[in-house]
């Protein structure tokens, strides 16, 4: 499980139960999109069958059933039968067989929320009775799917995975992509975590100056009330493609507030923007820590909207209009004027 970033307290329990004879019989892996849940449990497999060294890597080793595909995953491709259509061996077909290298049989359902209620249940029912020497492992970023019955759930050991520390991505990036020092501490702010999608943002080779326009987006509109938020959410709304430039400035926004977060709580250490050090220095000052956390939890709120394909117009316009829209009135200065962190104060 060496090709796992981060989840160390995961990879050590995996570990000594590989060590002690005790692995389950199926795992349920939950957490973020792209946070290395498909990677886990595929490093498991590599250490259930010893495939390290097998012709073609893991992947290619014949006791390894692995569904990744996009799309829905019928029943057909849960039960028997499935594999006279020439798509494969299914994954009851497979589980049938002996294993051909004599130490166990792993399948890996990737994203199993794509499975359909038929599937599941065919698939509940498997697990009610594993056959020996077999282990399962199911991924997913969507647990409360209503494609996956809670008894399914409880068939199998719970593992979460949480995010991964930005240092840990920005460092992992840099020994395996050839990007910028500059990109890496980006998409590892701007990823939330997840080392896939920090993979993904990293090979934009604009990745720098699309976060630095976005963030600086946001702090020209500081003075120019409700209107400005408006236009700039309908700018980003109508210009974007496929959802991405909201989406990609929702991120970039993110990242900064959590930075103000930070550095409103006295941990200026743990900020992942250095380019805006003097910025959210301001921020946290003026809209003190309360101001920002209720920021952040709004951009957090607003980026689930979208990943849940949210309309992009809406949700910026809430977004701009309930986090800036507003004066908040602050504690009486002299002279009986209420002063506070509005927006023309966020310098």
């Not at 100056?209 to 236009?231: I, Q």
């Amino acid at each position: 499980m060496g090709s796992v970033l981060g989840h160390q307290e995961l990879v050590g329990r995996l570990r000594r139960q590989l060590a002690g004879g005790s692995v389950a019989h199926a795992y349920w892996m939950s957490g973020p999109p792209k946070v290395g849940k498909t990677t886990l449990a595929l490093g498991l497999a590599a250490e259930l069958l010893g495939s390290s060294s097998w012709p073609g890597g893991p992947l290619a080793h014949p006791d390894l059933w692995l569904e990744d595909e996009g799309g829905t995953l019928s029943i057909d491709r849960i039960r028997g039968g499935g594999e006279d259509r020439g798509e494969g061996p299914t994954l009851q077909h497979f589980l049938s067989l002996s294993a051909f290298a004599g130490r166990a049989k792993v399948a890996v359902i990737a994203n199993a929320e794509r499975m359909t209620l038929p599937a599941s249940n065919s698939l509940l029912r498997m697990l009610e009775e594993p056959p020996p020497q077999s282990v399962i492992c199911l991924t997913t970023s969507r647990p409360e799917s209503e494609r996956l019955p809670s008894t399914l759930r409880s068939r199998c050991q719970e593992l979460h995975l949480g995010p991964v520390e930005a240092p840990a991505i920005r460092e992992w990036l840099r020994s395996r992509t050839s990007c910028a020092q500059g990109a890496a501490e980006v998409a590892a702010a701007l990823c939330q975590g997840r080392p896939g999608l920090a993979l993904e943002l990293v090979a934009d080779p604009e990745l720098e100056g699309r976060s630095a326009a976005a963030v600086r987006r946001l702090l020209d509109c500081r003075a120019g009330g409700p209107g400005a938020w408006l236009a700039l959410s309908r700018d980003l709304a109508e210009r974007g493609r496929d959802r991405e430039q909201a989406v990609f400035a929702m991120r970039s926004w993110t990242a900064f507030l959590r930075d103000c977060c930070r550095r409103a709580v006295g941990a200026a250490e743990l900020t992942t923007l250095p380019r805006w050090t003097r910025e959210s220095a301001a921020w946290a000052k003026a809209l003190g820590a309360a101001g920002c956390l209720r920021r952040y939890d709004l951009a957090l709120d607003a980026l689930s909207r979208l990943d849940e394909s949210a309309t992009a117009r809406l949700v910026l316009d809430r977004f701009l209009l309930l986090a800036f829209g507003d004066r908040p009135a602050g504690p009486r200065a002299a002279g009986g004027r209420r002063g506070g962190p509005g927006a023309s104060d966020l310098r």
